[in-house]
DNA sequence: CGTAACTAGATTGCGCGCAATTGAATTGCG
DNA sequence: CGCAATTCAATTGCGCGCAATCTAGTTACG
């Protein structure tokens, strides 16, 4: 039993949860890195493809609440699909501070191909549908703690 | 009730397990951020340096196979720590293509105040030992199951 | 109306994270 | 022994992720 002496406190790398979410993380993108890769997407712009096949032209700062992205990383992301064909980037006529995406029909009708890659990951996971759910709830559960307290 | 077709399938990023932990991943660097500053560590650092309190004087492939990172990870993040005089870098005498990575007495000293940060990253988790011991169980399960299926 | 506060997005700078390449040291095999 | 294959670390290049700063457009308030 250790001591309450800070000196004497262990810190163990596999008894912290943060290492794990941290491997799995990790874990999850070097899986979805080969799937993503004959669709011309990293895992971070096929996150902002989903909010666009969900909800059509939407001015960056949405995508990026949505995602939990902000404007230094989604502005670069967002040129390259630009570039890529998927998206197009026009200001708002109304608001000419807002810029807003949309999907392309090229950007449109890689989501059926998205689909495959979302069944793949499915079957990589490896577990019910029910215990996969679990998880992911409390996950949600944890981050809201987390940002609650700061 | 969806239809089987690719064309229906739903990607509902809500529902998506990635997600949330890509989510709670970044909740927890950003709950360590302001912990760590005093410290002068970012997060992979000091996950460096937990492996090097627990065992010092390692190789950069050891801690590279305990944190699954790379050498194109470690090589410049373990040069900014030997920078910050926490950790010195020298060449095994007996097999020269490694590079040893041991604590300085600085680095060595830092250990008690991580353990600050320790306890207060549990706190800001907020939630039971056996709680987050079960989701951390559950992640390492996960983890393991997709890094076997490719 | 006009200025101050606010908001959206872009840019810069830094630190990962990883693939690919390089170079040096070691091992293995004929 | 000698050469090929392997191992280790460093480097390069690219894409996040985020803080800080900047510019332009909008809103609020006197």
Chains 1, 2 share one sequence.
């Not at 109304?94 to 191909?113: A, F, H, N, P, Y």
Request: hydrophobic share 35%; proline share 4%.
């Amino acid at each position: 039993m250790p001591k309450a002496d800070s000196r004497e406190f262990e810190i163990k790398l596999d008894t912290q949860l943060c290492f794990a979410i941290y491997g799995a993380a990790h874990a999850f993108t070097r899986t979805y890195k080969p799937l993503l890769e004959p669709l011309g997407l990293t895992y971070p712009q096929y996150l902002v493809m989903i909010t666009l096949w969900e909800d059509d032209d939407q001015p960056v700062k949405a995508i990026g609440d949505r995602l939990g992205l902000d404007s230094g990383t989604l502005s670069p992301l967002l040129k390259r699909l630009e570039q890529s064909g998927l998206v197009s980037r026009k200001r708002d006529r109304d608001d000419e501070r807002l810029v807003r995406i949309s999907l392309t029909e090229k950007g449109s009708d890689l989501r059926q191909k998205a689909v495959e890659v979302t069944k793949a990951i499915g079957r990589a996971v490896g577990c019910g549908m029910e215990e996969a759910a679990a998880l992911r709830d409390a996950l949600i559960t944890l981050r809201k703690r987390m940002n609650e307290r700061d």
